[in-house]
């Protein structure tokens, strides 16, 4: 039985992340767009972290990336384009006061 050392734990750790980053490099591949933020100009990049792995992805450009990091981008996106049309909702609707 191998001791749990935090040496082994990194070791393990390092290995599971370059075989996840071997999967990604080699597996399927498809272009997203992320477009400029104006309210941030200075904001010209978007991490996206897959599993302790992180793409900096810039904005304004088509970029090749992982099918998963595409797939995790438009998710928090729709994510947050939702929340963001609550707050709006919220903001704008006449509260009654009984």
Known sequence: MTKITEANVDKLANEQEKELLKQLKEGPQ???????????????????????LFYQVQRGIDVQVPVPVAEIWRDSYMRTRIANDKIERSTTQEVKVM
């Not at 498809?30 to 302790?52: F, Q, R």
Request: glycine fraction near 8%; aromatic fraction near 0%.
């Open 30 to 52: 498809t272009l997203i767009h992320i477009p400029e933020d104006p309210a941030n100009p200075k904001d010209t990049s978007v991490p996206i972290g897959i599993n302790g």
